[in-house]
Structure formats: C-alpha cells, structure tokens
C-alpha cells in the first residue's frame, strides 16, 4: 500500500513531535479534524503510528515497512554468508552424496586442485547419476553444472542482488567467490533458508 503525501507528512509531524494528539497535528497541517481522521486511522492500522488515550499519536519505530526494506536491501553479503560445503571434482559420488547428508545440505560446491570454483552439484544432479549402475564409482564431475554456467556472487555485493540471481536463474544456492589470479575461490555460500530467514529476522525486528 502506498501512503499519500499527507500521510507522510503526518507521519514526519509525529516523528518530530510526538506525543502529539490529532487537533495538534490538524492545526500544523493547517486541516481541519476531520479530514485527518481517515488518515490516522489508515497509519494506525498499519501499525506505523501508535495512539495512546489521553496522550496522543506516536511513531512506532518497530514497524516501518520503508525502513525494513532499506535494511534489507543495504546488507552485504559478507555479513550473512554461511559455509560452504564443497568437494574435489576428482571425488566420488558416494563421497560427495554422504557429504549432502552430513553436513544436511543441499548442494555441494565443486573445486579443482587448487581450490578454485569449477562447478556445483544439488540433489537433482546426483539423483540423475544414481541412475547409471556404476554411480558409486564414478567421479562427480560428471553431475555438475560447469563453469562458466556456475552463477555466483562476491562478499561486498548486496543480499538483494544474491535473492534476484537465485530466482532469475531458480536455483537454490549461490557460491560466495573471490577473485584470485587463475580462478576464483569460495569463502561463502548464500542459500534460500539464508535469505529467509534474514527476512523473517527483518520482519520480527
Ligand atoms: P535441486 O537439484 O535440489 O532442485 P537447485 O534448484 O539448486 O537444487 O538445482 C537445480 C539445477 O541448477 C541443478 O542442475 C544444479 O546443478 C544447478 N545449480 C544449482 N546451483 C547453481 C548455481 N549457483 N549456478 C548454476 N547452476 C546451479
């Protein structure tokens, strides 16, 4: 829903002044009671002013939508990664599908010898190979997505961009990397759980 200009200039009025009552704020709206009924009751409603019998209209700093966006949309990345599960490219199925129960994830980020990114493998991706008899065996490079298909985000970039890029391309999880001469490294991942339960926490202030 979005407030009328009149509003936010209540809103603001209440901000600098409260507790303040409505014939306060008519008077410096230069309104009169009554036109300013309707939009009390509208911010009471959504919890944005708060009134008090007797006392007046005050702002209720726990909920503004507007702010919890913006705090939303300015965390880094680097403030709320979680760790990385990953595996060598040269290790087995069964190395890696023991290695998605024991750390209880769902995608499991793949690397070479020297550490850096060279794709990703989830659930579905081993439930496919479990197909084939000799899956056991077989290395899990061959049920990964490769690089450069691998999308990714980097530890200053903003939470914002990781939940665009997980439901542009609808995949679970994104491999926090940084750039290092002959590849890229992981030093995070940022998965749909983090995400909300950053918006929850938000929410709940
Ligand atoms: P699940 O297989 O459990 O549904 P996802 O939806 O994350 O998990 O994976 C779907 C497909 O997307 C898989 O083939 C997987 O390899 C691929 N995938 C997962 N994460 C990424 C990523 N960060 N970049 C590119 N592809 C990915």
New binding site residues.
């Given amino acids: 829903m979005k407030l009328t200009d009149r509003q936010k200039a209540i809103i603001e009025i209440v901000k600098s002044f409260e507790p303040i009552t409505s014939d306060e704020i008519a008077e410096k709206l230069s309104l009169g009671k009554s036109t300013l009924r309707n939009d009390l009751a509208v911010l009471g409603m959504l919890e944005v002013l708060e009134a008090k019998p007797n006392v007046g209209y005050y702002y209720n700093y726990d909920f503004s939508p507007g702010e919890k966006r913006e705090e939303f949309k300015s965390k880094l990345i680097k403030e709320v990664m979680g760790i990385a599960i990953t595996a060598r490219s040269t290790a087995s199925y069964s190395d890696v599908l023991s290695k998605l129960f024991i750390y209880d994830v ?2 499991i980020f793949i690397v070479d010898e020297d550490n850096h990114l060279v794709g ?6 081993m439930l496919k190979l479990s197909r084939n008899a000799e899956a056991d065996k077989l290395p899990i490079a061959l049920a ?2 490769r690089v450069p ?4 985000i980097h530890e200053d970039d903003l939470v914002s961009d990781a939940l665009r890029k997980i439901i542009l ?7 926090v990397v940084r750039e290092e001469s002959g590849g890229r490294i992981i030093v995070g991942k940022i998965s749909k759980t983090t995400l909300i339960k950053i918006l929850l926490e938000i929410l709940e202030g």
Avoid: A, F, Q
């Avoid at 990703?120 to 991706?125: F, L, M, N, P």
């Avoid at 298909?149 to 990714?152: E, R």
């Fill in positions: 769902g995608t990703v493998t989830s659930r579905k991706d990964m997505t298909n691998v999308v990714y391309h609808e995949i679970d999880c994104l491999p």
